[in-house]
């Protein structure tokens, strides 16, 4: 797929081109691009996905950034448009293609997709400016010139989320049932635990701190991929501030510092390969919330199923996904709605379900202990066919 708008060139035309080859979730997928600082943060931010690539990705993704504003005259820009059928204000479809211009919360990204039915092919044109007024965009350019890169890199996460993660969601769920949901995951002792809840309640800092404990291993903390209780990790960059580094004790020594600053001036971190996990079977679902006192309770399997679609809904980077799925369809009509809360059910048919009061001065060794014994007493009741219990 090389279909190129005419208009602006990328200001880092002479820069090497750098292609990353990822695994996520089973999948092979790659990034290309010729934008030196861009490609600089997708290596760190994808170091425990990437992988040496062999034979052609499933999923491939190419991002030009283009230093102003997009072409006013879409048709005259993206000559192939005029062959396509025009089914949204920004959306066009083709045989096997879509393209879709102002794309959610990045107005002036431009994606356009190639679908064979087995490969994903994305084209993605970034156009980055100031300001929708040229001479205004010239004027800030000039005034916060020496803060442009800081200000372009905050784009690159969510950049690279259009080009490789949602993807890569959406051939997992369509061809592979495997449904992302906003959550942290844990191996303990070989059982998977899921922390979910809203963000804010400390699932991070929880998850990286049972995983830096003996017998315990990290699958991810932002988002996991499952299939009823079939899980895989999707890695990401741990968001951890001073009093999080310090509440995990010597455990902060498994971190491994990338130099890039993210939102609420969080430092970023890499969890030692050694004390990893990519996949596993999920045996205990936990509510963690800041509480006066610590608590234990029950979770009927409705009310847990709506507690994870509500979190899934809440957060940003999942809710954008929603979208970039919907807009899928229209290039491949495999209906996922349904899918997704088949498989939550599933989940929370099968495993015991508890919310769980948490107040600021619990160590991670007594969290530990309490994890231990919900997984034994869930153990204990899978055996019996009893209900679980916790003294």
């Known amino acids: 797929m090389t279909d190129r708008p005419a208009g602006p060139t990328s200001t880092n035309g002479l820069q090497r081109t750098q ?60 000559a192939p448009l005029r062959q396509m059928e025009r089914v949204d204000r920004d959306l066009y479809r083709g045989d096997g293609r879509l393209a879709w211009f102002r794309v959610d919360e990045l107005p002036d990204l431009h994606l356009r997709f190639a679908w064979n039915g087995e490969r994903l092919e994305v084209e993605a044109d970034y156009y980055y400016r100031l300001s929708k007024d040229p001479r205004r965009d010239q004027i800030k350019r000039l005034l916060f010139r020496r803060r442009l890169p800081q200000l372009r890199r905050r784009r690159f996460t969510t950049l690279l989320y259009y080009l490789l993660y949602y993807p890569c969601f959406w051939l997992l769920e369509r061809q592979r049932d495997f449904h992302p949901i906003h959550a942290a995951g844990i191996e303990i002792d070989g059982s998977v635990v899921v922390l979910a809840g809203p963000s804010g309640v400390g699932k991070s800092t929880l998850a990286v701190g049972l995983s830096a404990s003996p017998g315990a291993r990290l699958l991810s903390d932002t988002f996991l991929l499952h299939r009823g209780t079939a899980v895989f990790s999707v890695p990401e960059p741990l968001l951890l501030d001073e009093w999080s580094r310090a509440w995990l004790g010597d455990g902060a020594a498994l971190l491994q510092r990338i130099p890039h600053r993210y939102c609420n001036d969080r430092d970023g971190f890499h969890f030692a390969d050694a004390r990893r996990c990519t996949h596993g079977e999920i045996k205990l679902l936990l509510f963690p919330c800041r509480a006066g006192a610590h608590f234990v309770r029950p ?65 991670r060794e007594e969290l530990l202990a309490l994890i231990r014994k919900l997984l034994t007493s869930a153990g204990d009741a899978a055996t019996t066919g009893r209900a679980a219990t916790v003294a």
Do not use: C
């Open 19 to 78: 292609t990353i080859s990822v695994e996520l979730g089973g999948l092979s997928a790659s990034v290309t691009g010729a934008d030196g600082p861009f490609m600089e943060y997708a290596q760190a931010h994808l170091a425990p996905l990437r992988t040496p690539g062999s034979g052609p990705p499933r999923v491939h993704a190419t991002l030009r950034w283009l230093e102003g504003a997009p072409p006013a005259d879409r048709l005259a820009a993206y």
């Open 299 to 363: 979770m009927a399997p409705a009310q847990a199923q709506g507690r994870l679609r509500a979190g899934d809904l809440i957060v940003n980077d999942l809710r954008r996904y929603w979208a970039f799925a919907a807009v899928m369809e229209l290039l491949d009509s495999t209906p996922l709605v349904q899918s997704r809360e088949d498989s939550l059910a599933a989940l929370v048919a099968q495993v015991p379900t508890y919310e769980m009061g948490l107040t600021k001065d619990v160590t």
